[in-house]
């Protein structure tokens, strides 16, 4: 987002997501969060950074909501997903059926975490999933 708008100060930004927040950093959750023993910060996402500064999980850039979409001003749509994308016409389709025009779309889509089966809990061995745990986002680092 940042390189968008130093390019095109410009521009208007609308960031799309499933997820119920803004864009965060995704290896903290698997690294400077998995190892804190201090309850009250991994609750709030915050972790400490290599230079032992206190960091939230989340970016820090101001994201309006999507009334407030305008030039220069990056927003975001929380809790939606694009079900469909129409690069002829140049439109999104959302999980709610409501359909986007854009001029450039830049895809970012994410991904899930797969299991082996090797991994699964079993009759051989039910305690595995006590010992591996898998996870792609803030609400699965939670559980």
């Known amino acids: 987002m940042r390189a968008i708008l130093k390019a095109e100060p410009e521009a208007e930004i609308l960031m799309i997501g499933a997820e119920p927040h803004g864009p965060y950093m ?3 959750l698997s690294k400077e ?3 804190n023993e201090d ?8 972790f400490k950074d290599w230079s032992g500064n206190k960091r939230s999980l989340f970016y820090p850039d101001k994201l309006a909501d999507i009334s407030e979409l305008g030039p220069g001003s990056p927003a975001l ?5 694009v ?10 389709t959302l999980s709610t059926g409501e359909v986007i025009k854009y001029g450039k779309c830049l895809l970012a889509p994410g991904g899930q975490p797969k299991s082996m089966d090797s991994l699964k809990p079993s009759e051989k061995n039910p305690c595995l999933s006590t010992r591996v745990h898998l996870f792609r986002n803030i609400a699965q680092y939670q559980q």
């Open 77 to 81: 749509l929380k809790g939606t997903k």
């Open 39 to 46: 309850k009250t910060e991994t609750s709030q996402l915050v």
């Open 26 to 28: 995704r290896p903290p």
């Open 83 to 92: 079900t469909k994308l129409d690069p002829t016409n140049q439109k999104v």
């Open 33 to 35: 969060l998995w190892f």
